[in-house]
Nanobody, 123 residues
Framework: QVQLVESGGGLVQAGDSLRLSCAASGRTFSNGVFGWFRQTPGKERELVAAIRWSGGSLSYADFVNGRFTISRDNAKMGVYLQMNSLKVEDTAVYYC????????????????WGQGTQVTVSS
């Protein structure tokens, strides 16, 4: 079992930056994928970015457009999402997710989820 705990969300103004953190604990694995998703009311969770635990980002959503960076720290069992130039439309609950396999594009590919952290961007 893997436990994921997100932190770092909050209320910011458009143009500001936030760094989300995801602390993983429990069963560790050398392979697999971590992803950041986000969700707004009435919409499905959408992938923001994904990274292989062994290294190397896999994917960024088109809406990221170079503003966000996903990274991981194997020693600390942490995955991070640096978000710059935030926009009002980035307002959502952000979730960290983990998958021991190789698929990463869909929320259904992920086995483990954190509880989510709210990001609110005001104009």
């Amino acid at each position: 079992q893997v436990q994921l705990v997100e932190s770092g969300g909050g209320l910011v103004q458009a143009g500001d930056s936030l760094r989300l953190s995801c602390a993983a604990s429990g069963r560790t694995f050398s392979n697999g994928v971590f992803g950041w998703f986000r969700q707004t009311p009435g919409k499905e969770r959408e992938l923001v970015a994904a990274i292989r635990w062994s290294g190397g980002s896999l994917s960024y959503a088109d809406f990221v457009n170079g503003r966000f960076t996903i990274s991981r720290d194997n020693a600390k069992m942490g995955v991070y999402l640096q978000m710059n130039s935030l926009k009002v439309e980035d307002t959502a609950v952000y979730y960290c997710a983990a998958n021991r396999g190789f698929r990463y594009l869909s929320a259904s590919d992920y086995e483990y989820w954190g509880q989510g952290t709210q990001v609110t961007v005001s104009s």
